[in-house]
């Protein structure tokens, strides 16, 4: 029976997900504290599956409708896609000096030099056409597909498959090593990628981060755990303490401060993420929220689609 009532309070979770009135993107100027609708010219039937923050433009990177960009701080925003497939899934956003990198579904990778004006594919050695999460490391971009780890060390010209034959979900980096999240679990490389070890089995994993002190494992064990590391996966600490039992989408932070996003809004957490409380003022109530990227100019969040 609790299998059961999970799956019927998933579907209802889903099938509520979001209204047209209700919003896509929210903007906070006060670290997460209020939340302000900012999603002018912005298609409400769009799902936003990543943000992006370059040289004073953000870009959101839907599923259905290519990359919408706003140039004024959120007061509108217009559709950019000069260069991509038509109606093309945007899965991954990422700048890496003067570039924007866009993964997507079936299409590979494209990259930007005008600030997201007109994009070009930029696919060679790049095998897999799903690029699901995309990080810049050093001297080096780094491609999540679902046929593993891709790098570029020439800006994006060239690819070459490093470790294959696995779903990777999510790249993040603390202290030279990188961490990578996939369906089997949480990997580490101690050589910029080119050799991984696993230092977490304990479930599939759907998203990776880091505050510069913790690594923040989100994961689909039991009801979404989440858990922290400060010593390369040596030791593993809860960090869901105050969220719902849920998984939980994407956690960024803005000075020590760390933002969440759920299945019912933006919870906050001053403490390393021991313990965590709901900061949803000026969010609609009970949605879920699924990206955020931090700017000069506050934190924006933006709501999955229904």
Same mark, same amino acid.
């Given at each position: ?11 209802? *979770? ?26 002018? =010219? ?12 370059a040289k004073g433009v953000?870009?959101?990177? $839907? ?40 993964? /997507?579904?079936?299409?590979?990778? #494209? ?15 790049? $095998? ?16 999540? $597909? ?24 999510? @790249? ?13 679990? @949480?990997? *580490? /490389? ?7 070890? #696993?230092?977490?089995?304990?479930? /599939? ?18 009801? =979404? ?63 879920? #929220? ?10 924006i969040a933006a709501r999955?689609?229904?």
């Open positions: 029976m609790p299998r059961v009532f999970l799956v019927i309070a998933f579907f209802s *979770l889903i099938c509520n997900i979001a209204s047209a009135q209700d919003g896509r993107i929210f903007l906070s100027k006060d670290s997460g504290n209020i939340w302000k609708r900012m999603d002018e =010219g912005f298609p409400q039937a769009a799902v936003v599956n990543d943000l992006a923050y953000v870009l959101a990177g $839907t599923q259905a409708h290519g990359v919408f960009v706003s140039r004024d701080e959120l007061n509108t925003w217009q559709a950019s896609n000069q260069g991509l497939p038509k109606n093309i899934k945007v899965d991954a956003l990422e700048i890496f000096e003067n570039k924007i990198f866009l993964g /997507s579904f079936k299409h590979g990778m #494209f990259i930007s030099e005008d600030n997201g004006r007109s994009w070009r594919a930029s696919n060679t050695g790049l $095998t897999d056409s799903t690029v699901r999460c995309i990080h810049a490391f050093e001297d080096r971009v780094i491609a999540g $597909t679902n046929n593993g780890i891709y790098i570029s060390t020439d800006k994006g010209k060239t690819w070459r498959n490093i470790f294959p034959r696995r779903q990777i979900n999510g @790249i993040t980096s603390m202290d030279g090593k990188i961490y990578v999240a996939g369906a089997d679990g @949480i990997f *580490l /490389s101690l050589n910029k990628g080119e050799y991984w070890q #696993f230092i977490y089995r304990r479930a /599939s994993v759907h998203n990776i981060s880091t505050n510069g002190k913790y690594v923040f494992v989100m994961s689909y064990e039991g009801p =979404g755990r989440v858990w922290k590391t400060s010593d390369a996966g040596a030791s593993w600490l809860k960090a869901d303490a105050g969220l719902p039992a849920v998984y939980t989408f994407q956690i960024m932070n803005i000075g020590l401060r760390l933002i969440a996003c759920q299945w019912d809004g933006i919870y906050k957490s001053d403490n390393y993420a021991n313990s965590w409380t709901k900061s949803s003022e000026g969010l609609p109530s009970g949605k879920a #929220f699924k990206e955020l990227v931090i700017t000069p100019f506050g934190i999955p689609g229904s």
